[in-house]
């Protein structure tokens, strides 16, 4: 009994950190604050991005084994307006916020 129980508590463990996910969020505005619609935030050298939503929000979810725990170049980008490129510290599990 007590070998099945760490064997559980083991497993879980290990499915929980295979399966942990991070994010990157924010909101894109412009000088002004108001929020750009539609503005496309992506990790370069990546597929990895959002666009954003109405008020200017976005979220990036990072997938397991992928960019968490790296440093990372992080464009905002939007018709009419200069792209911005920021380096963004992608956390293993949880999330980061980063606004444009």
């Known amino acids: 009994m007590k070998r099945y129980l760490k064997f559980s508590i083991l497993l879980t463990t290990l499915i929980g950190l295979v399966y942990a996910q991070s994010s990157v969020q924010g909101t894109v505005t ?5 929020p750009l619609s539609g503005a496309n ?4 050298g990546t597929t990895v991005g959002a666009a954003a939503a109405a ?5 990036i ?3 397991p084994g992928t960019i968490g725990g790296q440093t990372v170049a992080l464009t905002a980008s939007y018709i009419g307006h200069s792209s911005q490129t920021v380096n963004v510290d992608v956390p293993l599990t949880g999330s980061v916020t980063q606004n444009f």
Not at 41 to 44: A, K, M
Not at 55 to 59: A, E, F, I, L, W
């Open 30 to 34: 412009d000088a002004s604050g108001n």
């Open 61 to 63: 979810d990072i997938g």
């Open 41 to 44: 935030v992506v990790v370069d």
């Open 55 to 59: 008020d200017g929000s976005y979220r």
